[in-house]
Nanobody, 113 residues
Framework: VQLVESGGGLVQPGGSLRLSCAASGFIFSSSYMTWYRQVPGKEREVVAGISGAGGTTHYAESVQGRFTISRDNGKNTVYLQMNSLKPEDTAVYYC???????WGQGTQVTVSS
């Protein structure tokens, strides 16, 4: 299982970023996928999840209405569109297939003026 996150960076409050996660090593199209984030000193928290076909999504209350998870099964890629970013969204973001223990390297998102 390999997960490669990208798209992070430094953005001002109120700005947007789109994260991508390229996955391999499992049957992507039938796999529920999640995005997590982690702040130093705190446990990773689930941000969003999406079913294999993309028809069902779930969001943490803290990002509901601001973040959108989506996927392209033809590209084995899951995305996280993040709008109206806040300083408290600053974290390392990871994607994960809950059926496996593997984590990617993550991508840093920093929201600061």
């Amino acid at each position: 299982v390999q997960l490669v996150e990208s798209g992070g960076g430094l953005v001002q409050p109120g700005g947007s970023l789109r994260l991508s996660c390229a996955a391999s090593g499992f049957i992507f199209s039938s796999s529920y996928m999640t995005w997590y984030r982690q702040v130093p000193g705190k446990e990773r928290e689930v941000v969003a999840g999406i079913s294999g076909a993309g028809g069902t999504t779930h969001y943490a209350e803290s990002v509901q209405g601001r973040f959108t998870i989506s996927r392209d099964n033809g590209k084995n890629t899951v995305y996280l569109q993040m709008n109206s970013l806040k300083p408290e969204d600053t974290a390392v973001y990871y994607c994960k297939n809950p059926s496996f223990r593997s984590w990617g390297q993550g991508t840093q998102v920093t929201v600061s003026s």
